[in-house]
């Protein structure tokens, strides 16, 4: 069961250069997200996706973007990477209904991808 | 807006003794409330939720949590600590748009240590 994969686990990135992470599930799940995770600080969200088609920004969205061209994949783009976009990446993935009857609201996350920018 | 407070960044506690990670959010409308455990480069991981119903709610690895609606918390606990509960953990909302359901938002988390 690979539930969802990020790639790659980790890089080491110089300032100014683009950067994308890539981000797969096999759950068939409608919405997708993007989060970073920095000590001190938990989970921000990033940009997230309700299903294929669209896409929404999160808390911290400025200088990433992203795209859902079908379910299963959610890449996360930095067009020009900065010394502060130094995180961890993590990608997961809900079923994805708003309906608060019909969806339990789960995350399921991927390993994360630990991203330097020197 | 919506937040969720965990005090205390990391919690020690002897093997065997009880676990207490606290966890109070800010919301006008009782949310769905999760708590997610994180191992050492790892992901998240569920650990229980509460939805609506029973406000004890129980977990994986003999953990609980109490929905407490008039304290606005849902405090973790655990009776007896062993050595593999070493980990950070997550409390988290997601906010009730009167029907509609909201991103979730995420507290600062608890790092939890173990002490033989």
């Known amino acids: 069961i690979a539930g969802i994969t990020q790639a790659p686990t980790s890089q080491i990135l110089a300032a100014g250069r683009r950067m994308t992470l890539r981000c797969t599930q096999d759950m068939r799940h409608n919405a997708m997200y993007w989060y970073r995770q920095d000590l001190g600080l938990g989970l921000r969200l990033i940009h997230y996706s309700n299903t294929a088609g669209t896409t929404g920004k999160g808390e911290v969205p400025d200088g990433y973007s992203v795209s859902r061209a079908n379910t299963d994949d959610f890449p996360l783009t930095l067009a020009s990477a900065v010394p502060s976009q130094t995180s961890v990446y993590f990608c997961?993935?809900?079923?994805?209904?708003?309906?608060?009857?019909?969806?339990?609201?789960?995350?399921?996350f991927g390993e994360g991808s630990r991203l330097t920018v020197l | 807006a919506q937040s969720v407070t965990q005090l205390g960044s990391h919690v020690s506690v002897s093997e065997g003794a009880l676990v207490l990670l606290r966890c109070n959010y800010s919301?006008?409308?009782?949310?769905?409330l999760f708590w997610y455990v994180q191992y050492p480069n790892q992901g998240l991981q569920l650990l229980l939720k509460y939805t609506t119903g029973a406000t004890l709610v129980k977990g994986i690895n003999g953990f609980e949590a109490e929905f407490k609606k008039s304290e606005t918390s849902f405090h973790l606990t655990k009776p007896s600590a062993h050595m593999s509960d070493a980990a950070e953990y997550f409390c988290a909302v997601s906010p009730n748009y009167g029907g509609s359901q909201g991103n979730l938002i995420f507290g600062k988390g608890t790092k939890l240590s173990v002490k033989p």
């Open positions: 919301s006008s409308v009782p949310p769905y």
């Open positions: 997961a993935s809900s079923e994805g209904s708003r309906s608060l009857y019909a969806n339990t609201g789960e995350l399921f």
